[in-house]
């Protein structure tokens, strides 16, 4: 039986596995999480209760809005009585703010790579020393290209418009695909439950804290445009 954050929780030796990839990544990362986690879990005495898996849409303060699977991670970690479990720190996030909205959902964290018994004062320093490690390369990068423009680099493509265009909208075209991957297995879920009818979809949806793309809250037009995804 594991000795970590789940202490003092009815149902210590059980957790729920979350793994994410950023979007555009190798599957392959999904795959070294589970193996990780799983390896983990063994050792610790662990047996899984659900496991979840997300391709991230975004960043920001409304990032958890638009992790579905996390919040289904988290829904099923209250459920349960028993902490949520991932491979590394950053499959979270690098962004203090964030773990620390994480940690007021009252479902503690398992990070494999910390071991068992990292309690959330050390999640949130190591999530703090990443998020300063992201904001020096951020500032590394930007002295770097002022640098180049200062030596009279050109910086950007500003001569094909349209292409950027193009982009920008297949950009928005894999971004929406990926959401509706993390959304329809809790939309079939929900089908197999019994919750059918789209008004009713929308209404399990809004319960369960699942925010739309953009954030706001669902209705029988946008649950519809997501239903359709699906197979007849």
Known sequence: MGRSGSRGLSEVGVVVAYSTARQG?????????????????????????????????????????????????????????????????????????????????????????????????????????????????????????????????RLGNRSNAAEAAALGRESQKVEAAAFAANVLPIIETLRNSGVRDLRGIAAALNNRGVRTARGGRWHVSNVKNLVDRLPA
Do not use: N, W
């Not at 979840?52 to 409304?62: L, Q």
């Not at 940690?103 to 999530?127: K, N, S, T, W």
């Open 25 to 153: 990544r190798s599957g392959l990362g999904i795959e070294a999480q589970g193996a990780a986690v799983a390896r983990f879990a063994e050792a610790e005495g662990y047996s899984f209760i659900a496991e979840f898996t997300e391709v991230e849409t975004g960043k920001g303060s409304d990032a958890l809005d638009r992790r579905p699977q996390l919040a289904a991670a988290l829904a099923a970690g209250k459920s349960g009585k028993c902490p949520v479990i991932v491979a590394k720190l950053d499959r979270l996030s690098r962004d203090v703010a964030f773990i620390s909205g994480l940690m007021a959902q009252r479902v503690p964290f398992i990070v494999a790579e910390l071991g068992a018994d990292a309690d959330p004062f050390m999640l949130h320093l190591y999530a703090a020393l990443a998020e300063k490690e992201r904001r020096l390369i951020s500032e590394r990068t930007r002295s770097a290209l002022a640098a180049r423009k200062a030596q009279g680099a």
